[in-house]
């Protein structure tokens, strides 16, 4: 499976961005797919998760409320809408697929077995 990652960019605090991830190589109809964030010096950590069959989603505290995590099953296509955006949501962003249930370590990047090539999203004041 390949993971494209798009969308991100500079917005003002308060603002809203959309990622995209398009994967392809093969369907992702029966995978967890997530999001990951990396801010300079810190460690990756989960935002959000979707269970594709199922449509179950997953999102860390900090983000509930402002990001939605949804799927497109005719373009094999995660998206992450984020509203509200503050300074500490800046960092580099990455789609990832688990081709199996994982839903007790969703949130461990160890759990995913592709990564996309990260999209920076910068939060201004």
């Known amino acids: 499976v390949q993971l494209q990652a798009s969308g991100g960019g500079l917005v003002q605090a308060g603002g809203s961005l959309r990622l995209s991830c398009a994967a392809s190589g093969r369907t992702v109809s029966s995978y967890v797919m997530g999001w990951f964030r990396q801010a300079p010096g810190k460690e990756r950590e989960f935002v959000a998760a979707?269970?594709?069959?199922?449509?179950?989603?997953y999102y860390t505290d900090s983000v509930k409320g402002r990001f939605t995590i949804s799927r497109d099953n005719t373009k094999n296509t995660v998206y992450l809408q984020m509203t509200g955006l503050k300074l500490e949501d800046t960092a580099v962003y990455y789609c990832a697929a688990a081709p199996r249930s994982i839903l007790t370590t969703l949130r461990l990047p160890s759990s995913y077995d592709y990564w996309g090539q990260g999209t920076q999203v910068t939060v201004s004041s």
């Open positions: 979707v269970r594709w069959s199922a449509g179950n989603t």
